[in-house]
């Protein structure tokens, strides 16, 4: 009879969750605020401080604790200038329009320095309209630095007790960094899993769509773990824990080139062992693969040692048995096929022996502890990196004049109609209008409703609660809701930042006033917010989908050349492969989220989706066919054999490079037909086991390849 889990089971669930530690911090800070207002009697201080101590969380960044106090500083002088020049400028609607116009698209821009800026810039934005609410009260301070003062102060408390946690636990957002990318591992081996089940009807093309979507996640998680050991290593070589999480990540990354990997067309092997269990057996093992993947998430959060895998190694020989079980019988499968499901048993064997293995070196030599750094390292690479970005063609660029013109059509709409609080028409347009149409739609749709739902139980909550203390309770604990639910149920955030609005206000008798206009600006934020999205300079993705097409087949076409030479000199894990490697996936990545956004736009701006849906599944088969490559690299010993898989090689790495150049090249540009598949030297010609097995995949490349230019021809002429 199975166990109800314990309480200490959710105590811990919860401790290990990586919105928890954020949580924790705001709840210290705002009862630490509640508490200096009460034992020092400045009430009037409450709210703004709160709102500082908001502000700064939401501009916080996972940094190590060096990187950030100079973050908090950067943030708090961001903070101070806004929220003076708000303050003085306020009064003079005129200059006022200007300055937020003008603010708004510096601060936009000074986004395109890193991840890190942009963050800042959002938060700082945000105080700045938290600035003009606290003047809409209804008993506005009196001295112009009054206010900017307590929100610097609840920002720079929030500051401080950040910088602390980070002292105390330097490694926290480099364990939860990983956990993510496990995670997002173990649902990508699951949707795997489910492509080798041999049975009849199965739609595998929408299963491969699914696993091009699942596979933005992973490298998203991965390239967000990338930037926070590139944080904590510096300079300075890696040791001890830090070295131990870099191997980690490393250990993650061949995983993915593992389990990314396609071997052969699935459909064809589902023909093919239609008969026999060798696909279930590889279903099985693939989906015991992914609960490890998930045990060594858990682990990583919790700081525990991941749970044995008892079943893995028993399916593992099941499988082995399965597979050399048809040799030398009467209706044996092809040698192809044959050496592509060897080939996938030592790919899955390999995957097996990355997750059992938890020894990691204490130290990494050379190169081979190496990231790139993403982040500018110089003043004239960071005015290079602002400066490039200076062009109507840019999306950063296009998005801060949209911004900047509807926070001030925003603030012309507040000031004709002189609505009550109308400085949430600001808010809600800063919050809703993103830089794509889908994701601005969907954020006003999660705003609204978030708001509405919100207006009610903030209405009930004022019928039914009792007197003192509860009120405050409730606004510390309705702020913490909002933080912990704000990445992944902004429905659930917004209803929780509007019940912290209203009970904020009630604490000066203002709390029914406040909750019409709350809606109605919101309303009215959401519709300039959308107009903008729809009118001002719109991003619509088609007009950047030849781009995006091309940069996915010139990145594959770099990895598959460093895989090559990798046959031609030996394995080496150096950092050009990891970052051809890295690259390929990041276009494959920008390549799915830019149809994600498209089949949310308007039908009149959408180019072809069937085809594109197509072209996206191509290539990511495509992508797996390169991984499969990358996954069993080894120096080719046979001369000859090598000199073919060269040639071979170089043969398909041209092609992918022609194919990416029509694509640039203007519509009446004719594509060549593909039929032949361009003198590809035969496998069963070569002797040399791994050079015949580099033929076969350098066949399906090509295969796949053919595939993707008759779709850029049926994109072009639909």
């Known amino acids: 009879m199975a166990s109800h889990p314990t309480l200490l089971h959710y105590w811990r669930r919860l401790r290990g969750s990586d919105r928890f530690a954020e949580c924790q911090r705001v709840l210290l800070a705002l009862g630490g605020v509640i508490l200096y207002c009460l034992w020092g009697n400045h009430a009037a201080a409450m709210t703004p401080a709160m709102l500082g101590v908001i502000a700064c969380a939401l501009a916080e960044t996972e940094d190590h604790w060096r990187s950030r106090s100079i973050t908090l500083l950067v943030t708090l002088g961001c903070f101070a200038g806004v929220a003076f020049t708000v303050e003085w400028l306020l009064p003079y609607p005129w200059p006022f329009a200007l300055a937020l116009a003008a603010m708004t698209f510096v601060l936009v821009m000074l986004g395109s320095i890193s991840a890190r800026y942009a963050t800042i810039a959002g938060g700082t934005l ?33 500051g401080l007790l950040s910088l602390l946690w980070s002292v105390l636990s330097p490694q926290l957002a480099v364990r939860h960094a990983l956990a993510r990318v496990f995670d997002a591992l173990g649902d990508y081996l699951q949707t795997k899993a489910a492509l080798f089940t041999p049975v009849r009807g199965i739609d595998r093309d929408a ?136 080939a996938l048993l030592r790919n899955i064997t390999a995957i097996q022996a990355l997750l059992e293995n938890d020894h990691t070196p204490t130290t990494l030599d050379g190169e081979d502890g190496a990231l790139q750094n993403p982040g500018p390292q110089t003043l004239g690479e960071v005015w290079e990196r602002i400066t490039i970005q200076l062009t109507p063609r840019s999306s950063r660029f296009r998005h801060a004049i949209r911004l900047a013109l509807a926070l001030t059509a925003g603030f012309g709409v507040l000031r004709l109609m002189h609505p009550l609080y109308g400085y949430w028409i600001l808010l809600t347009t800063l919050l809703v209008c993103q ?171 959408q180019r072809g989706n069937e085809d594109l849906l197509r072209f996206l599944t191509i290539a990511h088969t495509m992508l797996g066919h390169i991984s499969a490559l990358g996954a069993h690299r080894q120096a080719i010993t046979c001369a000859d054999a090598r000199d073919t898989v060269t040639l071979a090689g170089n043969l398909v790495v041209t092609k992918l490079e022609q194919l990416a150049d029509a694509l640039l090249a203007t519509a009446a540009t004719p594509l060549e037909s593909d039929a032949e598949q361009s003198m590809m030297p035969a496998a069963d010609g070569v002797e040399d086991e791994t050079a015949r097995l580099v033929l076969g995949q350098l066949g399906l490349i090509l295969a796949q390849r053919d595939r993707l230019g008759s779709v850029v021809r049926d994109i072009r002429h639909g």
């Open 435 to 605: 830089p794509s149409y889908g994701a601005t739609l969907t954020r006003m749709l999660q705003r609204v409703s978030g708001t509405v739902i919100g207006v009610v139980i903030g209405w009930a909550t004022l019928r039914l609660l009792p007197a003192e203390p509860w009120p405050l309770l409730l606004i510390v604990l309705s702020c913490v809701v909002f933080f912990a639910a704000r990445l992944r149920r902004y429905t659930l955030a917004t209803a929780s930042i509007t019940v912290f609005v209203v009970l904020c206000f009630s604490q000066v008798g203002h709390g029914y006033d406040v909750m019409w206009p709350r809606l109605v600006d919101t309303l009215i934020g959401a519709a300039i917010a959308a107009l903008s999205i729809y009118l001002v300079l719109p991003d619509w993705q088609g007009r950047q989908l030849d781009q995006v097409l091309s940069n996915t087949l010139r990145n594959d076409a770099r990895y598959l050349q460093q895989v090559i030479a990798q046959y031609v000199h030996g394995k080496r894990d150096d950092l050009p492969y990891r970052i051809a490697r890295r690259e390929a996936h990041n276009a494959d990545a920008a390549l799915s989220g830019m149809l994600a956004n498209m089949l949310r736009e308007p039908g009149r701006q």
């Open 126 to 158: 945000i105080l700045a309209v938290y600035t003009m609410i606290g003047t809409d009260q209804p008993h506005p301070p009196t001295s112009l630095i009054s206010e900017p003062l307590q929100l610097l102060g609840g920002a720079a408390w929030y």
């Open 207 to 342: 299963l491969l769509l699914t696993l091009a979507m699942q596979n933005e996640q992973v490298v998203d998680a991965l390239n967000d773990t990338r930037i926070v050991l590139i944080d904590r290593i510096g300079m300075r070589r890696p040791r001890g824990a830090t070295a131990a999480r870099l191997q980690l990540y490393f250990k993650a990354q061949d995983i993915h080139e593992r389990v990314s990997s396609a071997h052969y067309p699935y459909a064809e092997l589902a023909e093919a062992f239609y008969h026999s269990d060798v696909l279930f057996r590889c279903e099985h093992l693939l989906r015991l693969q992914a609960q490890q993947c998930h045990a060594q998430a858990d682990a990583l959060r919790l700081r525990t040692a991941p749970r044995p895998a008892t079943d893995l190694r028993a399916a593992q020989s099941d499988l082995r048995n399965a597979i050399y079980a048809p040799r030398g019988t009467l209706h044996a499968p092809s040698e192809q096929l044959l050496r592509s499901l060897e």
